[in-house]
Structures are given as structure tokens and as C-alpha cells.
């Protein structure tokens, strides 16, 4: 049987050296560390700010669709300037002036 | 001041900005955290961009990282994240390989007694584990970790963990039959 490190007594050591065989990356570990070296060395770690400008970004977004959507609301959907009010016939002078009596 | 420094200053360095830090915790840390990633991941190329996701991800959002708690469940955390949404992308392609078994290494005493139909049903036997238990295995029998810390780790409760591992280890343990030889004196599941 193999040999086994002093280590923790819980583990099993044989099934540690299996699963290390199986899982086995060999000398490639320094390369990967060195790529990701190269990575993180060009990319800067986000501050608070850029975190909240991120977490910003999106509700600034939604404000601005509401904003728009309440614009296009109110253009589309315009209520008579009061002039117009003023100058459009009522319902009861038209109906006065249909049925020849004054309406009180 | 010692010649080598802890995780812990490594990582505050790493918080100020610092990439020299990042990197050696990096390098510290890369042989269990490539294991980690390839119990997720059957393909070690999938399982070394799921390491480099992870750990870039660790290094933009380094200023998240609490000073208290301890470095490296912090780093397996976020590469096992990577290698889980990195599996979710390639599950198709995925569901239908088994990988290579092979080994670059030379014998030792533990090649000596495990033959290539023995390694290729243990590797079958890890690969047909639920991602749970085969995640759960490999950090505490291969990386050490205490049943807690996984259980932190994965999000589950220790008795879960502890369940994951038994069922784990038997199949493991079948996988590897006559080569498994007697249980060492001690040991418990």
C-alpha cells in the first residue's frame, strides 16, 4: 500500500492521492498563475464608486424610460388649453338652440 | 517581518490595489483551486478558464472581500461559482464525454497498485457523482477542508455535507476495489 502523510486523521488518504491522480494538473499550475498574473496586472479592481456606478446605471435607465414614457403621455394625450374650453359650444346652448328654449 | 506573508496581509495588500499581492495569493492557491474547478468541470481546459474567471472576478471585486474571514474559502467560492456557470454553458457538450484518465506523472507506490482499468472506473465513478459530492469530497479528503467550511462553501447544512461525503466515498471507495486494500486505523467517514 502507499505511503501515507501524517495528516489530518478524517481523510482518506488513499482516496486523496486517487482523486489528486484523477484531478492531477501538473507542472501546468505555474503557467495558468502566470496567465492570470498577466490578466489582473492590465485590469484594474473596481472601486466603490464604479460598484455603485454599476448598481447606478440601471435605475438612471428606468428613470429616464419613465420620464419619456410620462412625456409622451402627456403629449399625446392633452387635455383643451382653456381658451379652447372657452371658445368650444356647451352641450346645453346646443341643445337650447335645437329645441328653441332658453335655457335657465 | 517574516519572510513569507500570511493570506490575510496578502489579501489587504490586494484591497489597496495591489496586483503583486493578488498574484502570489493567486499562485498560492492555484494547484486546489484548479482541482476544485476540475470537479466541476470534466475538461481541464474548461476548468482552467473557469479558474481564470474566477479569480479575475475575485480581483475586480477584491475591495468586497472581509479582512475577517479567512482567504482561501473566499477564492474557492468564487471559482466554483465560475466553473458552475462555465458548466451551464457547456452542459451539452458536456454530458456526453467522459475524460481522459491519463496521467503525465511517473509511478509511485500508489501507481504500482492501481491499474489503467482500475483508474479508468474510478474516473468513470467521479464523473457519475452528483456535483455536490464530488465537490464535497474533493475539498475535504484532497484539500483539507473541515466539513463547516464546505458547508459554508456550497451553502448547505454540515449534516448535508456529511451525508454528500459518505455517499461519495462509498462509491469512490468501490470504484478503486481491490486496490483500496484495508481501512487505515482511525478513519471514519
Redesign the interface.
Known amino acids: ?4 502523510p501524517d ?20 507542472a ?3 503557467r ?2 502566470a ?3 498577466a ?3 492590465i ?6 464608486f464604479d ?1 455603485l456606478a454599476a448598481w447606478l446605471r440601471p435605475g438612471l435607465m428606468a428613470a429616464a424610460a419613465v420620464a419619456l414614457a410620462v412625456l409622451f403621455w402627456g403629449t399625446y394625450f392633452k387635455r383643451p388649453a382653456p381658451m379652447e374650453a372657452a371658445l368650444a359650444p356647451s352641450v346645453e346652448s346646443l341643445l337650447s338652440a335645437a329645441v328653441g328654449t332658453e335655457v335657465r | 517581518m517574516s519572510g513569507v506573508e500570511t493570506d490575510e496581509v496578502l489579501a489587504a495588500r490586494a484591497r489597496a490595489g495591489d496586483a503583486d499581492a493578488f498574484g502570489l495569493l493567486v499562485e498560492r492557491h492555484i494547484t486546489g483551486l484548479r482541482r476544485l474547478a476540475r470537479s466541476v468541470l470534466p475538461e481541464p481546459e474548461d476548468a482552467d478558464d473557469a479558474v481564470q474567471d474566477g479569480c479575475l472576478a475575485a480581483w475586480r471585486n477584491v475591495s468586497a472581500y472581509d479582512p475577517a474571514r479567512p482567504v482561501r474559502p473566499w477564492l474557492a467560492r468564487v471559482v466554483l461559482n465560475a466553473a458552475r456557470d462555465l458548466r451551464r454553458k457547456r452542459r451539452v457538450r458536456t454530458t456526453e464525454e467522459l475524460p481522459e484518465t491519463a496521467t503525465s506523472r511517473g509511478p509511485d507506490a500508489f501507481d504500482l497498485v492501481v491499474t489503467a482499468e482500475i483508474r479508468a472506473r474510478f474516473a468513470a465513478a467521479v464523473e457519475a457523482l452528483p456535483e455536490r459530492q464530488r465537490v464535497a469530497v474533493t475539498l475535504f479528503d484532497l484539500e483539507g477542508y473541515a466539513h463547516a467550511e464546505i458547508a459554508a462553501l456550497l451553502g448547505v447544512p454540515d449534516g448535508t455535507v456529511r451525508s454528500d461525503l459518505f455517499h461519495a466515498r462509498r462509491a469512490l471507495r468501490a470504484a478503486l476495489g481491490p486496490a483500496y486494500g484495508p481501512r487505515p486505523e482511525g478513519s471514519h467517514e
Open positions: 500500500m502507499m505511503e501515507q495528516i489530518g486523521p478524517d481523510r482518506d488518504l488513499i482516496l486523496a492521492r486517487a482523486l489528486e491522480q484523477h484531478f492531477d494538473t501538473g501546468q499550475d505555474d495558468l498563475a496567465r492570470i498574473y490578466v489582473i496586472r485590469s484594474a479592481p473596481e472601486s466603490g460598484v
